[in-house]
C-alpha cells in the first residue's frame, strides 16, 4: 500500500509542476509610417470562418487594437489574388505576399516580417507576426490550486517515507 501511495504522491508532484497548456497564439502587428497601425491576435492554426479555395480565408480575431477603429475579422489572400489580407470595417486593403501556409479552410501562421503597399493610400507597412510565448523573460505564476496539489503531494510523500522509516525499524 505504502508503494501506491508514494507513486501517487509522485504523480501529483509532477502534475503541479507541469505547466498550463495553451493554444499557440500569434500577435499580428501592420503599421505604416502616417498611416494605419493594426494589431491583432489570431490562434496559429485557426479555425474557418468562411473560405473560398484558391482565393480567401476569413478569420476571426482576438484583441483587435487600430488607430482607426475596431474591427472582428480579417480576410486574408492567397498568392492567387496577389496575397495580403483586408480588414473591411476600417477599409485597410494590403497587398503582400501570401502570409499563411495550407489551403483556405485550414490555414497555418508562423512568426515572420512582411512587406505590403496599402491599396487606399499607397503607402508602404510592415506585417509583423510574432509568438508572444516567445518572450525571453516570461513571467509564470502557478494557480493555488497548483500550489495545494504540490504541497499535498510533497507531504504525501513524506507521511510515506516516514511510515516506511518505521516499519523498517520495527522489523
Not at 8 to 35: C, N, R, W
Not at 40 to 62: K, M, Q, R, W
Not at 100 to 106: R, V
Amino acid at each position: 500500500m505504502s508503494t501506491r501511495l508514494l507513486i501517487a504522491s509522485i504523480g501529483a508532484g509532477a502534475l503541479s509542476l507541469a505547466a498550463a497548456a495553451h493554444a499557440e497564439t500569434l500577435l499580428f502587428t501592420y503599421t505604416e509610417v502616417g498611416g494605419y497601425d493594426v494589431s491583432f491576435e489570431l490562434p496559429s492554426d485557426p479555425p474557418s470562418t468562411s473560405y473560398y479555395t484558391g482565393i480567401f480565408t476569413a478569420l476571426p480575431v482576438i484583441g483587435s487594437k487600430s488607430n482607426y477603429g475596431a474591427f472582428s475579422s480579417v480576410d486574408w489572400y492567397s498568392s492567387r489574388l496577389y496575397g495580403g489580407f483586408v480588414i473591411d470595417s476600417i477599409r485597410l486593403n494590403v497587398f503582400a505576399p501570401q502570409i499563411y501556409s495550407g489551403s483556405e479552410n485550414d490555414p497555418v501562421f508562423a512568426p515572420g516580417v512582411f512587406f505590403g503597399v496599402d491599396q487606399g493610400n499607397h503607402l508602404k507597412g510592415t506585417l509583423t507576426v510574432t509568438d508572444p510565448s516567445n518572450d525571453p523573460s516570461p513571467t509564470i505564476v502557478p494557480e493555488p490550486a497548483s500550489w495545494a496539489l504540490m504541497l499535498i503531494g510533497i507531504g504525501a510523500l513524506g507521511t510515506c517515507l516516514r511510515v516506511r522509516k518505521a516499519a523498517f525499524v520495527q522489523a
